[in-house]
């Protein structure tokens, strides 16, 4: 079926969408050759100048590298967020990237400090499941993740307290064994000072300021099932792209 063109966004744009919608969820993988100027004008009924800006776009924001031989994926060191990777698993099954790497650096329970207990809406102290892993490229670290699922969750999915990897991901495994599916998500994104245990994760210098990005999820009854917490690497910008009503 061929796309329809929506008139309340420019049709550039709505080009530029569908093609970064269809990297970031990765059914067009890392060097995946995009459709011609030509095939883009004839397949979405626009002008080949038009089909030309919804590609420069693309190239703009940094999801696709254009030659003499044509126009292919390329996200390059743009950051994955965990909504992005939320976003993955469901299309593709699987959060990862191709060409990332993931390394679980740690899993057990732990008294719930003062953030984590405001962001997880209980009390202080209450025993919470920490999950850290590290995400790299062969250009170097993408980013430090932490999550902090509710304690309470390790009853129904124990395997959230081993340093293993989760081919479902938290969000999956929480799904399937409480149904409890992550259906809403706050983002907050601050400098922070690289703490002493994060510092030679990252490869910088204890107190460090880097970019982070903290993630609220919330179930359909509006019960949060994660906060988390990403220290971004050295070099990688943070991006997000939305139409506007």
């Not at 430090?144 to 989760?166: D, I, K, N, Q, R």
């Amino acid at each position: 079926m061929a796309p329809e063109i929506r008139r309340e966004l420019p049709p550039f744009m709505q080009i530029a969408n569908h093609f970064r919608q269809k990297i970031i969820d990765g059914e067009i993988g890392p060097g995946a050759r995009l459709p011609s100027i030509a095939e883009l004008s004839e397949e979405w009924g626009v002008a080949t100048a038009t089909a030309a800006k919804g590609i420069k776009q693309l190239q703009a924001e940094g999801y696709v590298r254009s030659s003499t031989q044509g126009t292919f994926a390329d996200l390059g060191r743009k950051q994955t967020t965990g909504s992005d990777r939320l976003r993955m698993l469901r299309v593709g099954g699987t959060g990862v990237r191709p060409g990332e790497r993931v390394e679980i650096l740690g899993a057990g329970l732990e008294p719930a400090r003062a953030e984590i207990a405001a962001a997880l809406g209980i009390g202080e102290g209450i025993p919470v499941i920490r999950r850290r892993r590290r995400y790299a490229d062969d250009d170097g670290v993408i980013a430090v993740s932490t999550s902090w699922p509710p304690g309470e969750l390790a009853a129904s999915a124990p395997e959230l307290l081993a340093a293993e990897p989760l081919p479902e991901m938290t969000f999956g495994l929480v799904e399937e064994r409480t149904g409890r599916r992550a259906v809403r998500r706050r983002d907050v994104v601050a400098l922070r000072p690289v703490p002493e245990d994060m510092a030679p994760l990252l490869g910088v210098p204890v107190d460090t300021p880097v970019l982070t990005l903290a993630n609220h999820y919330w179930d359909q009854h509006g019960t949060v099932t994660e906060y988390a917490v990403d220290f971004l690497g050295r070099g990688r910008p943070l991006s997000a792209e939305y139409d506007m009503p």
